[in-house]
């Protein structure tokens, strides 16, 4: 079945320790979203990439990087994370340009920060 | 500035009974309005999309509504089921280049036997 997957679905690092968090998708979607979403409040979105480009959130802090190598693909990178990084990190895919968008999210992946 | 509310905050309901939550938005230009179940610790499953044209959805048990005039949205549930327990995401896209989506509070539902 077509879907988006995250892996893995939970993560310990270490306060400090670089972590990269993975998704993909095999829906061919053009858009592809991280969010961060932290117990009892709705996701908040850190960056999406539109096809190729990439397009940060003016609050997103500087510790979250992203990478998409293809269409398929998209990590988050957190370079030193720290104890408030500790959420659920939820990827989301979209066509956009159908008129008829809606997002498609993975199962998301929980972060332990020690 | 682009708004969702919801409520009820959260709502506890017997089993086979019906609910009707609500959704208020200030989002402009207006694209479309989803409705989301969300299970603890998982990601956000798509129920119903409405565009401006549309004031109602159905999809299986739920059903929901759009009144764009008055930009309120409610998400009905019949005949519930212990697994509806869940927290339920009212979104709304705004027109942009991409899918820019304000999310609501939830509403979280407790369903019990």
């Known amino acids: 079945d077509a879907m988006v997957i995250q892996n893995p679905r939970y993560q310990v690092t270490q306060f400090g320790k670089p972590v990269t968090l993975s998704c993909s998708q095999t829906?061919?979607?053009?858009?592809m979203y991280w969010y961060q979403q932290k117990s009892s409040q709705a996701p908040k979105l850190l960056f999406h990439?539109?096809?190729?480009?990439?397009?940060n959130e003016a609050d997103t802090p500087d510790n979250f990087q992203s990478r998409r190598p293809n269409t398929s693909f998209c990590f988050l990178d957190i370079r030193s994370p720290g104890l408030g990084d500790a959420a659920m990190y939820l990827c989301a895919t979209s066509r956009v340009g159908t008129g008829q968008e809606t997002q498609y999210f993975g199962p998301g992946t929980r972060l332990l920060v020690l | 500035k682009n708004q969702v509310e919801q409520s009820p905050q959260s709502l506890i309901i017997l089993e086979g009974k019906n609910c009707t939550l609500q959704?208020?938005?200030?989002?402009?230009?207006?694209?479309?309005l989803r409705w989301y179940k969300q299970d603890t610790g998982r990601g956000p499953v798509s129920l119903t999309i409405?565009?401006?044209?549309?004031n109602t959805k159905s999809n299986g048990r739920y059903t929901a509504t759009l009144d764009a005039d008055t930009k309120q949205s409610s998400l009905h549930i019949t005949a519930s089921q212990l697994s509806d327990s869940a927290s339920y995401i009212c979104?709304?896209?705004?027109?942009?280049?991409?899918?820019?989506?304000?999310f609501g509070p939830g509403t979280s539902l407790s369903v019990i036997p």
């Open positions: 990439y539109y096809d190729k480009d990439f397009n």
């Open positions: 959704c208020n938005y200030t989002v402009s230009p207006f694209s479309n």
């Open positions: 979104v709304v896209s705004a027109q942009t280049s991409y899918d820019k989506v304000i």
């Open positions: 409405m565009t401006f044209s549309e």
């Open positions: 829906l061919n979607h053009n858009v």
